[in-house]
């Protein structure tokens, strides 16, 4: 398993963000839906070694990240795309990836093609000398997904990465998070069902914290019922499934 | 030999990209790399906003002034200057108050405490060899040319403790220059000679507890939290 975590909770102070979720994956795409605050990014960021856990155990690609060693190894195989990705305004496109590559401890010799192949995955190639200043907010996205791959990582954990993208440029990224997912795992937090549907074999809903669903698209979509709301199935599915996950919770207190 | 059908043109336009996008390193960066036996933690250091040219630029500037005042006044302007620039360089060299992409350093294998390390030695050392020069250049006495390196380490220390901990650079530095400002007023007041805070060496041993005392704070605030919390 490249994620095994179990009753992993973090706390900000008063806030508990994420209340002790247990989960494992493998390779395959794992889409993490649930409304603003649920815990997606700080559950993200534990993943991704940012901030550590403040209980439960956590393993990552078969390793302890708690250990400096291990951690270093993880990171190496480790692809994170940040919420807030920042950038250095006078990095080129191929400079950008190519630090990024070189932090990960990648062997120098492979970082050029390694640049050149992630820049052309994200159809970034014509901007590749361009400086980070001029680009627009969709091919900045698509950049912190060009770092996020350059050293075809295991472990790919992506917050938001279709924010500012157009439709053409989403339909592109599905297509290729579909590829990432037949070797990596590849969790992808978002608030866009339609992407859920589209390139994800899994789909874990929080709220609150906690997974409050966990299954595929289709089982998702199955929750929902005409009355619920919601354009498409997939969109029913989430709202009659946060209702229930809140009733109950409601009924608890 | 293969027919044309068979070229693989994505493969050939990769070939092609890798080469026209591969950036050079300069020698700089090549030695720096084989010095620190990472090519990573070479360009971190590298791209530290206080070691940039713009900056190296302000800071000679600002020293060329100390040692045109000190020529016409006699008063060594160097020695009081060149702390206070260090401490600014050093709190402007790493941490998430300076760096866009903090985020995303902190998550890689070049580790974020190792970069802030090499990044905290290098400006150390380039600003004491640019306030060693100065002050060479200024005719100051060969005491006062050296005598405040001790100050600088320990205006530099509490700089970048009070970056680390404040997360900001802006903090440090603005902690670093007030702190060395009031300990010059502070001296002269006391002593009445305005080199008293370089050359006394009654100074020397609070100046060397606060280095020690603010690097453990530094290493404190960088921490990695051991182990997985059960």
Redesign the interface.
Known sequence: MNIDIADLTRRFGRNQAVAGITLQAGPGVVGLLGPNGAGKTSLL?ML???I???????RLLDR?????DS???I??R?G?L?Q?????PGFTV??FV???A????MP?GRI??A???A??RVDL?AK??AKLRTLSGGMLRRVGIA?AIVNGPELLLLDEPTAGLDPEQRVQFRALLRDLGKQATVVVSTHLVEDVGAACTEVALMDAGQVVFRGTPAELAAKGTDQDTGDAPLERGYTAVLAQARALAGTRR | MTGNDDVNLDRVWLGIATEVWRRRPGRVERLTGQLLRSPGLARALLTAPSLLMPWLIATILVLGAGVAATRSSGQPLVALLAPGLAAAAIAYAYGPGIDPAWELSYSMAVSDRMVLLVRALAVFAVNAVLGIVASAVSGAAVAIAFDWLVPMTAICALALAVATVARSAIAGAAAGLAVWAITVLSVRVASGQVTAVVTRDVLVLPYLAVSVCCALVAVYATRIPKGTPR
């Open positions: 960021r991704a070694t940012v550590p856990p403040t209980s439960g155990t956590m302890d990240p708690g250990s400096s951690r270093r190894e990171r190496r480790l994170y940040p807030n990705l920042g950038y250095y191929a400079e190519e630090y990024f070189l932090l990960k401890d120098p050029p093609a640049v050149a192949g820049i052309e190639g590749a000398r770092q």
